[in-house]
């Protein structure tokens, strides 16, 4: 059972900074693209970032183009999210995804909210 753990959420003031880490039960090189996906309360899940696991240039949503990046420790089986400049538009659960073969896995998602 592939298993996807997030950390890192919390509350920050406009402006700040926040890391969110997600560790894979497995290499993440057995995955086609991992990536990062929010919802916030009354919306619809979107898309944040992506990476295919085995190379090429991450996507981004618009919304987050040049604040956000997404990276990976291939050694760690983790995939990191670095948000920043994080605006009150960013509060959200942040979900981590793994696809594989048509199938997605979800992590539990951890909360982040931007106010000051």
């Known amino acids: 059972q592939v298993q996807l753990v997030e950390s890192g959420g919390g509350l920050v003031q406009p402006g700040g900074s926040l890391t969110l880490s997600c560790a894979a039960s497995?290499?993440?090189?057995?995955?086609?693209?991992m990536g990062w996906y929010r919802q916030a309360p009354g919306k619809q899940r979107e898309l944040v970032a992506l990476?295919?696991?085995?190379?090429?240039?991450?996507n981004y949503a618009d919304s987050v183009k040049g604040r956000f990046t997404i990276s990976r420790d291939n050694a760690k089986n983790t995939v990191y999210l670095q948000m920043n400049n994080l605006k009150p538009e960013d509060t959200a659960v942040y979900y981590c995804?793994?696809?594989?073969?048509?199938?997605?896995?979800w992590g539990q998602g951890t909360q982040v909210t931007v106010s000051s």
């Open positions: 995804n793994a696809d594989r073969n048509h199938y997605s896995y």
């Open positions: 497995e290499s993440i090189f057995n995955f086609y693209t």
């Open positions: 990476i295919i696991s085995r190379g090429g240039r991450p």
